[in-house]
């Protein structure tokens, strides 16, 4: 169903679950930590050999979270550093905020929660360094890397 685009299939999985209320927000990561067990271990006939894959796809996918956890830590400390002297008025701090909490930031997303206009919001993306993400000139977003 869907071969161009294998890793929405349990993206969308996780979101149903989740809205039909029988999972929480785990899912995902799970899924990450299971992509790595090799299938003859999660699908073995031996009911301990899948209970260790399970536990093993738990593992690893606790070290991918403390992995991002650690990149994004280091990416907000990076930006923090770029807002030393700066006015109190600045909405610099408030974009390193907006930016640490979405995956991808666009120019009308700025500028609806900043409250400055479109030209503003593209020069504090410039000054803050963020990464473009789509590589599109009209239609740019940007996000942490």
């Not at 990450?32 to 271990?41: H, Q």
């Not at 593209?122 to 990464?131: M, Y």
């Amino acid at each position: 169903m869907l071969q161009h685009a294998a890793w929405l299939g349990p993206l969308l999985v996780a979101a149903l679950l989740r809205q039909e209320g029988l999972a929480a927000n785990h899912l995902a990561s799970l899924h990450l930590g299971a992509k790595n067990i090799p299938r003859e271990w999660r699908r073995a006939r031996n009911r301990s050999d899948r209970l260790l894959a399970f536990v093993d796809a738990i593992h690893d996918a606790a070290l991918a979270g403390l992995k991002e956890h650690d990149r994004l830590a280091m990416a907000k400390s990076q930006m923090e550093r770029r807002l030393k002297q700066r006015r109190a008025s600045s909405k610099l701090p408030d974009l390193v905020e907006l930016a640490m909490s979405r995956p991808l930031v666009s120019a009308g997303m700025i500028q609806e929660r900043l409250k400055v206009t479109k030209q503003g919001a593209l020069n504090l993306v410039g000054e803050l360094g963020l990464r473009e993400m789509t590589g599109r000139g009209r239609f740019r977003a940007w996000g942490i890397v």
